[in-house]
Structure formats: structure tokens, C-alpha cells
């Protein structure tokens, strides 16, 4: 029994002990951390108070790049590939698209299109597009004016073309005081103008017209 302690106090006597005075490494660890830590979140809190100095150093930058632009710069700018979408006075929507837009310099309510393409419900559930050359869509009375190449097509198949056309969106409503070529179903028709009424129901060539009519054919529109 004596030997067996013997024994255990010779292994303990021969474990390494850490040296005196000097803490161990998990306890050095600890510290460190304790020290490291608050360091750390002291220089976020530093980063969150000067960041909106720094963001605002960018802000003015920029700001001062658009400031530069001069009003010729300005009124030359363009949207590309733009979408005007609203409701008539009875709530049918229409939509008018474009490959470009650009504000007009003598009125900012006016809007300068190429290529415009304009969509509308009818009444009867039925539609009319648009497409021309060159528009300009006057956005507070929802208006618009088309020039070159102006087509028209209406759902029950009739086509007209000519040279310009105005059109108003609120009302479904349509007119033009140039030669008007039109085709459909029922045959061709030649005329010095065109309205289009009653919500697109009934459409009106003015002027001296010439009428061709396919025999075995009755035209909706007439």
C-alpha cells in the first residue's frame, strides 16, 4: 500500500507544471479575447458614425456631375424603348409604346416619339392599334399626334393609311385631313380624310372618296 502512493507521488512529481508566474494558454486566450473584442466593436461603431460622411462625399460628387449638364444636354436626352399605359373616360385602358422618347424643348408637357406603336379597347371589347413614324404624345390631355407612314387596323379587319392622324386616347376617338387609303374584307377605299367615332363603332371617310366593293363580300363598317 506505502509503495502504491510512492508510486503516485513520483508520476505527479513528474508531470510538467506550467512556470510560476506565467498563466496558462487558455487562460491567455481569454484575455485576449476580452481585449480584441471590444477593440473590434469600437472600430465598427467607429466605420457606422463616418460612413454617412463618407457616402456623403459620393452623394455630392454626383450631384455636382448633374449640375454640370448644360440645358441643350439636358432637352437631348432620350428614354429608350418607353411605355405610356392609362384608362379612357369609361375605364378601357390603352397603351402607347415607342423606340424612343424625348421631352419637347417648347412645351414639357409634350413628349417627342419614334416609331410609336398605341393599342386601344373598345367599347364592344374590340381594339384599334396605331403605328406610325414620328408622334407626340401630349401626356395631360392624352392626345396623339402621328406623321409618316401612319397605319391604323381595327379588329374586324379593316386597315387605313396615310400621312398623319390625331388620335385621342380619353375618348377612343380618331381623325386626319390627309388622303386615307383603306382595305379590308369588303374591299378598298380611297378618301381626302377619315374620323373615327362612336368609340371606334363607326368610321367616316370625308371628302370626294372612291369605294370598291368585292361582290361576294359585305363590309361590317358599312
Given at each position: 500500500?506505502?509503495?502504491?502512493?510512492?508510486?503516485?507521488?513520483?508520476?505527479?512529481?513528474?508531470?510538467?507544471?506550467?512556470?510560476?508566474?506565467?498563466?496558462?494558454?487558455?487562460?491567455?486566450?481569454?484575455?485576449?479575447?476580452?481585449?480584441?473584442?471590444?477593440?473590434?466593436?469600437?472600430?465598427?461603431?467607429?466605420?457606422?458614425?463616418?460612413?454617412?460622411?463618407?457616402?456623403?462625399?459620393?452623394?455630392e460628387g454626383f450631384r455636382a456631375g448633374v449640375s454640370e449638364l448644360t440645358?441643350?444636354?439636358?432637352?437631348?436626352?432620350?428614354?429608350?424603348?418607353?411605355?405610356?399605359?392609362?384608362?379612357?373616360?369609361?375605364?378601357?385602358?390603352?397603351?402607347?409604346?415607342?423606340?424612343?422618347?424625348?421631352?419637347?424643348?417648347?412645351?414639357?408637357?409634350?413628349?417627342?416619339?419614334?416609331?410609336?406603336?398605341?393599342?386601344?379597347?373598345?367599347?364592344?371589347?374590340?381594339?384599334?392599334?396605331?403605328?406610325?413614324?414620328?408622334?407626340?404624345?401630349?401626356?395631360?390631355?392624352?392626345?396623339?399626334?402621328?406623321?409618316?407612314?401612319?397605319?391604323?387596323?381595327?379588329?374586324?379587319?379593316?386597315?387605313?393609311?396615310?400621312?398623319?392622324?390625331?388620335?385621342?386616347?380619353?375618348?377612343?376617338?380618331?381623325?386626319?385631313?390627309?388622303?386615307?387609303?383603306?382595305?379590308?374584307?369588303?374591299?378598298?377605299?380611297?378618301?381626302?380624310?377619315?374620323?373615327?367615332?362612336?368609340?371606334?363603332?363607326?368610321?367616316?371617310?370625308?371628302?370626294?372618296?372612291?369605294?370598291?366593293?368585292?361582290?361576294?363580300?359585305?363590309?361590317?363598317?358599312?
Amino acid at each position: 500500500m506505502n509503495e502504491t502512493i510512492r508510486l503516485e507521488e513520483r508520476a505527479a512529481a513528474a508531470r510538467p507544471r506550467p512556470p510560476v508566474g506565467r498563466p496558462p494558454a487558455s487562460v491567455m486566450m481569454v484575455r485576449l479575447f476580452k481585449i480584441v473584442l471590444p477593440l473590434g466593436a469600437l472600430g465598427m461603431m467607429l466605420l457606422v458614425v463616418s460612413w454617412p460622411q463618407i457616402n456623403k462625399k459620393e452623394v455630392e460628387g454626383f450631384r455636382a456631375g448633374v449640375s454640370e449638364l448644360t440645358q441643350e444636354q439636358a432637352r437631348n436626352s432620350a428614354m429608350v424603348a418607353p411605355r405610356f399605359e392609362g384608362f379612357d373616360e369609361k375605364n378601357r385602358p390603352f397603351a402607347l409604346r415607342a423606340e424612343q422618347a424625348k421631352q419637347s424643348a417648347g412645351d414639357a408637357s409634350l413628349v417627342e416619339l419614334t416609331e410609336p406603336r398605341g393599342d386601344m379597347t373598345l367599347e364592344d371589347g374590340g381594339w384599334i392599334a396605331v403605328n406610325a413614324h414620328e408622334g407626340v404624345y401630349d401626356r395631360e390631355a392624352a392626345r396623339l399626334e402621328l406623321s409618316g407612314r401612319v397605319q391604323l387596323f381595327h379588329d374586324r379587319g379593316l386597315e387605313l393609311q396615310t400621312e398623319v392622324a390625331r388620335i385621342d386616347l380619353a375618348t377612343n376617338q380618331a381623325e386626319g385631313e390627309q388622303v386615307v387609303h383603306g382595305q379590308g374584307s369588303f374591299g378598298t377605299i380611297d378618301s381626302e380624310g377619315f374620323r373615327v367615332e362612336d368609340s371606334g363603332s363607326r368610321i367616316v371617310f370625308t371628302g370626294r372618296a372612291h369605294l370598291v366593293l368585292y361582290e361576294t363580300t359585305e363590309s361590317p363598317l358599312l
